[in-house]
């Protein structure tokens, strides 16, 4: 079992920043693909950023160039900076974990989220 702990949401002005922070603990050994999704009110879930233990990243057409999703493996964490922010980035942030597969599939571990809030 694996157990994902999430911080650094947050209020911020429009063009602001934010950086999102996963704490991973448990049976980490088992992980390979870390995610960041995001549900904003009304609106399904969807995939934010993704990075395997391989070094591959994925990122949603609404945030590239702006979000950067990162790992540290000595820490057992993942992180995602989150810049040039919109009204429309304004969401529950999720972190989530998978032992295998791909960024595609669905996770096998869900963390709890943080909420970041983008004023205009």
């Known amino acids: 079992q694996v157990q994902l702990v999430e911080s650094g949401g947050g209020l911020v002005q429009a063009g602001g920043s934010l950086r999102l922070s996963c704490a991973a603990s448990g049976s980490i050994f088992g992980i390979n693909v870390m995610n960041w999704y995001r549900q904003a009110p009304g609106k399904e879930r969807e995939l934010v950023a993704a990075s395997s233990s391989g070094g591959d990243t994925y990122y949603a057409d609404s945030v590239k160039g702006r979000f950067t999703i990162s790992r540290d493996n000595a820490k057992n964490a993942l992180y995602l900076q989150m810049n040039s922010l919109k009204p429309e980035d304004t969401a529950m942030y999720c972190c989530?974990?998978?032992?295998?597969?791909?960024?595609?599939?669905?996770?096998?571990?869900w963390g709890q989220g943080t909420l970041g809030t983008v004023a205009s």
């Open positions: 989530a974990a998978r032992s295998g597969g791909s960024y595609s599939d669905g996770p096998d571990w």
